[in-house]
């Protein structure tokens, strides 16, 4: 997967898929966007063990700005995060991204997406609104730092990649 383009017509951007030599930085951007962060034996799991897991980054000028995972397991793909540096946000790199792994799914033979978004995270909420997702179910007190619920999403896949 290779997508050369530009952020804001000027800034080259560049998504391809996350190597362990990606994981430090990815650490990084994952502190920047979650209170419960990542370690980085979690991605380095991910990448080398997970036979289902796929994970995708987006470079500006060789820095890692963005990332995003899912598991692909038959016909279902789950995401389990998606972030972007904050400096980075609202230029529409999240929607591609979140793009890019739709793509990526159909072509790993997934039918559905689903993800869990906290009900406080309007910007995501949003995001995913836009991409088609709707909103399915409740898993209660998901979230282990503050309890909060968590509510879960889903998309077919075909219909919004035509
Ligand atoms: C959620 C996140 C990935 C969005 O990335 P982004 O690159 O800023 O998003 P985009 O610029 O592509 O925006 C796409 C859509 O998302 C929504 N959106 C993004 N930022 C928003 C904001 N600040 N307020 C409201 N809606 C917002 C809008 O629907 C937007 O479409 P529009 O530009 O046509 O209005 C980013 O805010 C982030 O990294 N947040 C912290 C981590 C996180 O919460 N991840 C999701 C966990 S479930």
Redesign the pocket.
């Known amino acids: 997967m290779r997508e050369q383009d530009h952020v804001n017509q000027t800034i080259p951007l560049r998504f391809r898929m996350m190597t362990l030599g990606d994981v430090e930085a990815v650490v990084e951007l994952e502190k920047l ?2 209170p419960t962060p990542w370690p980085a034996d979690a991605f380095i799991n991910e990448l080398t063990i997970n036979k289902h897991a796929r994970y995708v980054v987006a470079e500006v000028e060789g820095r890692v700005i963005a990332y995003c995972g899912m598991w692909v397991v038959i016909d279902e793909a789950h995401i389990t ?4 540096h904050p400096e ?9 991204l979140m793009r890019q792994m739709m793509g990526l799914a159909l072509l790993e033979g997934g039918e559905k997406m689903t ?4 009900p406080s ?4 909420r ?2 995913y609104k ?1 991409l088609g997702f709707e909103e399915r179910g409740i898993r209660k007190q998901y979230y282990s730092d503050n309890m909060e619920d968590a509510i879960i999403m889903w998309v077919k896949l075909r219909e919004q990649t035509k």
Request: hydrophobic share 40%; aromatic share 8%; no cysteine.
């Open positions: 966007a979650f995060n998606v972030a972007v980075y946000r609202r230029r529409g790199i999240g929607e591609r993800l869990e978004v906290r995270n309007h910007t995501a949003s995001l836009k």
